[in-house]
Structure formats: structure tokens, C-alpha cells
């Protein structure tokens, strides 16, 4: 069967890796979170003092880039991939609100996306692939197959993040999650360097209303019509 490219891109919080990972399970695809590589890379700025007291040394940072290496490994129990910075698994330490705060200041530099950039269309370069991001659509992959463009409200997204921080057991204040949602897709959507916007070939699902499995069933059969 001929293996395509599914780019799913979209703002914060709209389910896009939920739904990235049914679809790679079903097709046997490999998945790749982008998010969780600009995250890894935030969390080392975070460990090495590059961002303190709402300073942040993008110059060390971007002298640092060569020698920081993100990758993936199979979590052996749950078989789902996780992301590594220097050999270290670090999945469990990415997605605290401290690392979405810092994130998307991170992912406006641009020597940062080119890293990380060449690095996914490495791994995308046999196809095979559902990748989700911000710029996969427009800029990773622009001759993917498939590009859907995910969105939702802005307070029904950060229900979600809120609720996922909770299970995972941390303090968190709703509305501190609701202006983070909010301060990042304004950072996202107004940055100079490949900023979050719909590529003119998406498809736009919007699941302010829809439940997670009428919208994997509806992206199957996009991705069922292309292969
Ligand atoms: O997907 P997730 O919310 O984990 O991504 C975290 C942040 O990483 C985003 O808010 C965005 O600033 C950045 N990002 C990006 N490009 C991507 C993926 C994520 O700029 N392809």
C-alpha cells in the first residue's frame, strides 16, 4: 500500500496529538510530536540558566545547539515514543505549565527551527509519517498528502489542558492555563519565522464540539482516500 505523509497542524491544546497517535497506530505509521522536541529544548534552557527571571540568553542558547541532541525512544510498558535530550528521557518533564511558558519565546528563533526543522524531515523522509506541530503543513512538509488544520475555542482548549495537568497531578489555576493557551497563540500566529497559519491545502476541523472519535474517524478516511 503507498505510504503518504499526514501533517497535522493547528493552535494549542485542540487534541492534535491524540488524534496524531490513533491515526499512526491504524495505519502503522511512525509518529513524531514536534512539540515535544521545541519543549525538550526549553527544558534544557530551563536546566542550564539560559532562561531566569524572565531573561533569556538566546545567544547561548543558539552557541549550545550543536550539542544538544533530541531524539525519540519506545516507552517498553505503554510502547508510545518518548522524547530524549541528551540521551535522557525527559517526557515526563516536558509538559509542566513552567515549560509552556518559556516554549514558544524558544520557538521564535530561528537557528532553533532550522535545527529542529532538518531534523523531522529526516524522519519523515521515507513517508510513513503523521507529524503534528505548527509549521508541519508549510514548512516541514509541504507536499505532504494530508494536511489538517485543528482548531477549537480558546477556553474549551484550556478545559482540556487544565484537566490533563490536574490528572497528571500538579497545582495548577485554570485561568493561569487559559493565558497560557492564549499568550501562545499569539506568539505562534505573530512570529517572523514560519508562524502558525493554515496551509492553503488543509483541512480545517474545528472540535469545539466534537468528540475525539467522530474527528479520528472523519481524518481515517481523508487519509484512506489519499493512499
Ligand atoms: O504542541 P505543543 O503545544 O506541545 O507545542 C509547544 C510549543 O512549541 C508551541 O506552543 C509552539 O510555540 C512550539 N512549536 C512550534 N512548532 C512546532 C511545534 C511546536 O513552534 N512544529
Request: aromatic share 6%; no cysteine.
Amino acid at each position: 500500500m503507498k505510504k503518504i505523509t499526514i501533517a497535522i497542524d493547528g493552535y494549542s491544546s485542540t487534541g492534535k496529538s491524540t488524534v496524531a497517535k490513533q491515526l499512526a497506530d491504524w495505519l502503522e505509521y511512525i509518529y513524531v510530536d514536534t512539540g515535544a522536541m521545541y519543549r525538550a529544548l526549553t527544558l534544557y534552557s530551563m536546566e542550564n540558566s539560559l532562561i531566569a527571571d524572565g531573561f533569556f540568553d538566546k545567544e547561548s542558547l543558539i552557541k549550545k545547539l550543536d550539542d544538544i541532541e533530541i531524539a525519540f525512544t519506545r516507552n517498553t510498558d505503554s510502547g508510545k515514543a518518548e522524547v530524549t535530550l541528551n540521551g535522557k528521557n525527559v517526557e515526563k518533564h516536558i509538559r509542566t505549565l513552567e515549560v509552556s511558558t518559556f516554549v514558544s519565546p524558544i520557538a521564535t528563533v530561528s537557528e532553533v527551527r532550522a535545527k529542529l526543522v532538518e531534523q523531522q524531515q529526516k524522519m519523515g523522509a521515507s513517508k510513513g509519517i503523521v507529524m503534528d506541530g505548527r509549521d508541519i503543513g508549510t514548512v516541514v512538509f509541504p507536499d505532504a498528502e494530508l494536511k489538517i488544520f485543528m482548531t477549537a475555542s480558546a477556553e474549551e482548549r484550556a478545559k482540556r489542558r487544565y484537566q490533563e495537568l490536574l490528572d497528571r497531578g500538579d497545582t495548577v489555576n485554570y485561568k493561569a492555563v487559559l493565558a497560557n493557551v492564549v499568550e501562545r497563540d499569539h506568539i505562534d500566529t505573530t512570529r517572523a519565522d514560519s508562524p502558525l497559519v493554515q496551509a492553503d491545502d488543509a483541512i480545517v476541523i474545528d472540535n469545539t464540539h466534537t468528540n475525539v472519535s467522530d474527528q479520528f474517524h472523519t481524518i481515517l478516511q481523508l487519509a484512506k482516500d489519499r493512499i
